[in-house]
């Protein structure tokens, strides 16, 4: 059983992005499609994809690299943990890196990076930040 997917999804990603593979998968969820579509939207993977298989369906993420292979995610950390669960209001989010890396927020509104949750004055949990 697994007690945290949102920090799976995070940790598959970073193994994959150390030893440059093209895609990683894993098994789907809601929050993780949403996670999936504000990393393609803010330009840190190419695109993703949800493949049918058993027992449950996977989301392929097709990661992105730099024309040297340089690495686009560097930097990637679970901040709302099972144990520990961080809320933020819209005024309280940060730019991460003087807006060169972001946050993604859990709202009511879905899964949305920093910037728009500024921009539609919404806050909700901290799921993660990267750049």
Do not use: F
């Not at 803010?42 to 993703?48: K, L, N, R, S, V």
């Not at 989010?93 to 859990?106: A, D, E, F, K």
């Not at 910037?115 to 990267?130: D, N, W």
């Amino acid at each position: 059983m697994m007690t945290d997917p949102i920090a799976d999804m995070l940790t598959r990603i970073r193994n994959a992005v150390r030893v440059e593979r093209p895609h990683v998968e894993l098994p789907v969820s809601k929050v993780k499609r949403g996670l999936a579509e504000v990393l393609k939207r803010e330009g840190y993977i190419w695109d993703w994809e949800e493949l049918p298989s058993l027992p449950a369906n996977q989301i392929r993420l097709h990661l992105k690299y730099g024309p040297n292979g340089e690495r686009v995610i560097r930097h990637l950390r679970r901040v709302s943990k099972p144990g520990r669960r961080v809320y933020s209001r819209a005024t309280d989010l940060r730019p991460i890196l003087g807006g060169l890396g972001i946050c993604v927020i859990s709202t009511s509104r879905g899964v949305i990076s920093d910037r728009e949750a500024r921009q539609r004055k919404l806050g909700g949990e901290v799921l993660c930040e990267l750049w």
